[in-house]
């Protein structure tokens, strides 16, 4: 079955020590989405990329990085984690930008700091 | 501005009763709306979706909502829970720049 997978399911890191999330489509998707969803909360998008092209939410702070090597996957990279960002990310994909509505969610990545 | 406002935050329905979940929406543009599910530690999925088509709009799992421009609300409605409903679920807002989501509504069903 064509999905969206997240790997690790749960990850823990020290404050401060950089992580790396991953993210995995074989949907063939064009644009793939990598939000922050705190206890309670609605998600939050972070950023985008459509193709190769990298889109940042204005409000993600810069401590948060993303790279897309290929269609297939996308990689959330948090430098120097702190104590607030731990919670679930999630990735998900969409056909293209006119889609974004109907997007394919990953099971996420639950992110503890300690 | 455009906003998507979940009503309540956690509705708790007997199993067989019917299900309301209310979503209300401010834009000044003709707005596309989405009802989305997230089971406990898993993703999102999409449950319906309203693009300017029927205004009823009927979604997987028995579930459907109706958008009504009048009330500037597109609530999700069930006739029958099953506990298998229990989730979380979250109203969106779609224009061509923007994705807005919904504070979320938790749905407990009681056995």
């Known amino acids: 079955d064509a999905m969206v997978i997240q790997n690790p399911r749960y990850q823990v890191t020290q404050f401060g020590k950089p992580v790396t999330l991953s993210c995995s489509q074989t949907l063939n998707h064009n644009v793939m989405y990598w939000y922050q969803q705190k206890s309670s909360q609605a998600p939050k998008l972070l950023f985008h990329?459509?193709?190769?092209?990298?889109?940042n939410e204005a409000d993600t702070p810069d401590n948060f990085q993303s790279r897309r090597p290929n269609t297939s996957f996308c990689f959330l990279d948090i430098r120097s984690p702190g104590l607030g960002d731990a919670a679930m990310y999630l990735c998900?994909?969409?056909?293209?930008?006119?889609?974004?509505?109907?997007?394919?969610f990953g099971p996420g990545t639950r992110l503890t700091v300690t | 501005a455009q906003s998507v406002t979940q009503l309540d935050s956690h509705v708790s329905v007997s199993e067989g009763t019917p299900v309301l979940l209310r979503c209300n929406y401010s834009s000044s543009y003709s707005p596309s709306l989405f009802w989305y599910v997230q089971h406990p530690n898993k993703g999102l999925q999409l449950l319906l979706k309203?693009?300017?088509?029927?205004?009823l709009v009927k979604g997987i799992n028995g579930f459907e909502a109706e958008f009504k421009k009048s009330e500037t609300s597109f609530h999700l409605t069930k006739p029958s829970a099953h506990m298998s409903d229990a989730a979380e679920y979250f109203c969106l807002y779609s224009s061509a720049s923007k994705i807005i989501f919904g504070s979320g509504t938790r749905l407990s069903i009681r056995p």
């Open positions: 309203y693009t300017s088509a029927a205004t």
């Open positions: 990329y459509y193709d190769k092209d990298f889109n």
């Open positions: 998900a994909t969409s056909r293209d930008l006119d889609t974004r509505y109907e997007q394919y």
